[in-house]
């Protein structure tokens, strides 16, 4: 039975080092994306910016805790 390969992990602190990118990545195309919704349809105090910011602040987040989660869980 101790012949049996281990599966490889994949380095956790290559995981850790990549998140803040991954979260910048996420904010920032958000962000695009309700820039554009503003240019196209525009007014007054650019709620679709506001808003997509804080969607992709909240999907990052959530990436971040799933990510922390099954790193935690394979140790």
Known sequence: MD???KKKQPNKWL????????MGVIV????Y?????DAKYP???NWYVK????VGVAIAF???NRQLKEINKNE
């Open 3 to 5: 012949n049996l390969p």
């Open 15 to 22: 995981t850790l080092i990549s998140i803040p990118t991954q």
């Open 28 to 31: 920032f195309l958000f962000a």
């Open 33 to 37: 994306f309700g820039q554009w919704l």
């Open 43 to 45: 007014n007054e105090k």
């Open 51 to 54: 808003i997509m910011v804080l």
């Open 62 to 64: 959530y990436n971040i």
